[in-house]
T-cell receptor, first 115, second 118 residues
Framework: ETGVTQTPRHLVMGMTNKKSLKCEQH?????MYWYKQSAKKPLELMFV???????ENNSVPSRFSPECPNSSHLFLHLHTLQPEDSALYLC??????????????FGEGSWLTVV | AQKITQTQPGMFVQEKEAVTLDCTYD???????LFWYKQPSSGEMIFLIY??????QNATEGRYSLNFQKARKSANLVISASQLGDSAMYFC???????????????FGGGTRVLVKP
């Protein structure tokens, strides 16, 4: 069982819909991340939260809106998405943000299809 | 410039044999960490092994070992006694402390798909 849980695992949404992805980590970590994995592209970092504060927004379009109510939970709110936003969205956590040996643990991912 | 390069897009390996997955990296930082992850078709990114730039010995975790050649900037993953469940995508990643990818940025390679044949 993974220490990082994502729901839903699969989501199909229309371009005018509003939906949210949820992530919960049970590892006692202080940093949480959203990554995007598109077909045939390397993983892309989207957002970073450290102790509930956003420390990184990697030039992500505003149609993606993250929320981190506490160190254990992370949401990604989705609205007016485009078909090219279809991808695997991976949530991750780590003990802290800094340090080269700080391992990042990932969840199972949420497969998003925008129609 | 590519930070992490995995030159093998895909490879077959016979069950019970060993396989080596190549990874080269580019950094000018003295302190960095190298990671390998496994991603089955289900999507989850599973952490396998870590090597620090100052570690004197190659990292090992069960059937996984990392062949770290610092001067050549390579960090190849060796999987011994391959099993059918090892079929997956494998990603090499680097985390720098002082450089562009410092702190929270883990830079990934393009991945290598491994298919284990019975």
């Amino acid at each position: 069982e993974t220490g990082v849980t994502q729901t839903p695992r699969h989501l199909v949404m229309g371009m005018t819909n509003k939906k949210s992805l949820k992530c919960e980590q049970h590892l006692g970590h202080n940093a949480m991340y959203w990554y995007k994995q598109s077909a045939k592209k390397p993983l892309e970092l989207m957002f970073v939260y450290n102790f509930k504060e956003q420390t990184e927004n990697n030039s992500v379009p505003s149609r993606f809106s993250p929320e981190c109510p506490n160190s254990s939970h992370l949401f990604l709110h989705l609205h007016t998405l485009q078909p090219e936003d279809s991808a695997l969205y991976l949530c991750a956590s780590s003990q802290e943000v800094r340090g080269s040996g700080n391992t990042i643990y990932f969840g199972e991912g949420s497969w998003l299809t925008v129609v | 410039a590519q930070k992490i390069t995995q030159t093998q897009p895909g490879m077959f390996v016979q069950e019970k044999e060993a396989v080596t997955l190549d990874c080269t990296y580019d950094t000018s930082d003295p302190s960095y960490g190298l990671f390998w992850y496994k991603q089955p078709s289900s999507g989850e990114m599973i952490f396998l092994i870590y090597q620090g730039s100052y570690d004197q010995q190659n990292a090992t975790e069960g059937r996984y070992s990392l062949n770290f050649q610092k001067a050549r900037k390579s960090a190849n993953l060796v999987i011994s006694a391959s099993q059918l469940g090892d079929s997956a995508m494998y990603f090499c990643a680097m985390r720098e402390v002082f450089g562009e990818a410092a702190g929270n940025k883990l830079t990934f390679g393009g991945g290598t798909r491994v298919l284990v044949k019975p």
